[in-house]
């Protein structure tokens, strides 16, 4: 987890984060690598449920990720519950384009969430197929 997740978590025993021993850590640490240099982000995360950052490749200067983890968790709760206010619980993502930089958020098992920035302009299903592959 980043520092200042990891501190709140740490500061609270009640809270219970996510935690990855080195071998996953490595493995997903890679994957996201490829997928952020494949894809063209600037950084890609997984967040676990409660909205923490579990492992960060890349960075946005003047982008806190960890806000935007949070935000993103919470993001993706509503438009699950609209998605099944609406009779289908299932959807592919959420994609926000900014002037300068866009977020996608895809969901992954068990409420685990992708998280990738990626420069304006950047074809959005360029980003979802790299994220298949």
């Known amino acids: 987890m ?3 997740v990891a501190e709140a978590f740490a500061g609270d025993s009640t809270l219970h984060g996510t935690t ?3 071998e996953k850590s490595r493995i997903i ?16 995360s997984l967040i676990d449920p409660s909205g923490a950052i579990l492992i ?5 200067q003047g982008v806190s990720l960890d806000t935007l983890a949070v ?3 919470a993001s993706m709760g509503a438009t699950q519950m609209m998605a099944q206010h609406l009779g289908d619980p299932s959807y592919g993502g959420i994609c926000h384009q900014g002037k ?6 895809a969901p992954l098992t068990r409420g685990f969430i992708l998280m990738a ?17």
């Open 2 to 4: 980043s520092g200042s």
């Open 20 to 22: 990855l021993d080195a």
């Open 29 to 44: 640490r890679e994957g996201l690598e490829a997928y952020r240099n494949h894809a063209g982000c600037y950084a890609s």
């Open 56 to 60: 960060q490749d890349g960075a946005l």
């Open 71 to 73: 935000l993103a968790t």
């Open 100 to 105: 300068e930089c866009c977020i996608y958020l």
């Open 117 to 133: 920035l990626y420069p304006s302009g950047t074809d959005v299903t360029g980003i979802r197929q790299s994220l298949v592959k």
